[in-house]
């Protein structure tokens, strides 16, 4: 029995097919395959086409096609040698963005569709150079950053596959946070020589507050503490407190209390 050198289509690439074209033998021919890698047989590899691993990286591939039919003898052919099995090619994306790029907000990577168990990593960057342990999926953006302009770059890893890096779009420039403000409020009794107190209420953590007392909607000299002892100019008319909140990286903002009632004689 004769029959032909099998051929190799497809391709020596991970995570793609090799196919063997067997030839036309004797009708009748039972045909086996096997795969094989640097000459060394491949477990399991008995189709006609076989999946390239990443295993198989760097190994060049044949495939033997063996020929039985009763009364004859058997025949093996090889084909020629593939070239060295490339890397794979992962299917990658180009990560998206979410969240706001503003002190004090999260910032979020959408890392889009990878091929199927690819590792992927992030790399934050203000104004294209790496944020120093900025290495997750997220990232709260801090004052450091203030008029910054942000990216984050996904990396994917698989074994076999070559790795492949994505840079999202650029941000505009990181704006100043915006401070949570409460409406302060005054508590003590309204008469002369009593002491009103100034509670600034929730603000963002971390925020510094400074306070001015006012008369009629006129700032009372000096009176820039918590506490305002009210003196025999304040009677008569009704005490208001302004609260300013400050904090690095964040807009300042003021709020003012509501009126007392109308300060009385002691």
């Known amino acids: 029995m004769t029959g032909p050198t099998p051929s190799l289509s497809g391709s020596s690439r991970v995570g793609r097919t090799i196919i063997a074209t067997a030839g036309t033998w004797p009708k009748g021919t039972k045909l086996s395959y096997q795969w094989k890698a640097n000459d060394v047989s491949i477990e399991g590899a008995t189709k006609s086409s076989m999946a390239v691993t990443p295993a198989l990286k760097d190994k060049r591939l044949t495939v033997t096609v063996t020929g039985k039919r009763a009364g004859y003898a058997t025949v093996s052919h090889t084909s020629r040698t593939s070239k060295p099995v490339a890397p794979g090619t992962m299917v990658s994306a180009t990560p998206g963005l979410s969240g706001s790029s503003r002190i004090g907000q999260k910032i979020y990577a959408k890392p889009g569709t990878w091929s199927k168990g690819t590792k992927l990593t992030y790399q934050w960057k203000a104004n294209g150079k790496a944020i120093s342990g900025a290495a997750k999926s997220s990232m709260t953006v801090t004052p450091s950053l203030k008029g910054k302009r942000l990216s984050v770059t996904v990396t994917g890893?698989?074994?076999g596959y070559t790795t492949i890096s994505h840079t999202s779009r650029v941000l505009k420039p990181v704006a100043l946070g915006i401070l949570s403000a409460w409406t302060p409020k005054i508590s003590g009794p309204a008469r002369v020589g009593s002491k009103l107190t100034a509670t600034a209420g929730s603000w963002s953590s971390g925020t510094k507050f400074s306070y001015q007392w006012y008369a009629d909607g006129r700032a009372i000299k000096g009176a820039t503490k918590t506490t305002l002892v009210l003196g025999s100019a304040q009677k008569g008319?009704?005490?208001?407190?302004?609260?300013?909140?400050?904090k690095s990286g964040y807009t300042t903002v003021?709020?003012?209390?509501?009126?007392?009632?109308?300060?009385?004689?002691?």
């Open 157 to 159: 890893r698989m074994a």
């Open 254 to 266: 003021s709020k003012r209390s509501h009126k007392t009632a109308v300060i009385r004689a002691r």
């Open 237 to 246: 008319k009704r005490i208001t407190v302004k609260v300013t909140g400050s």
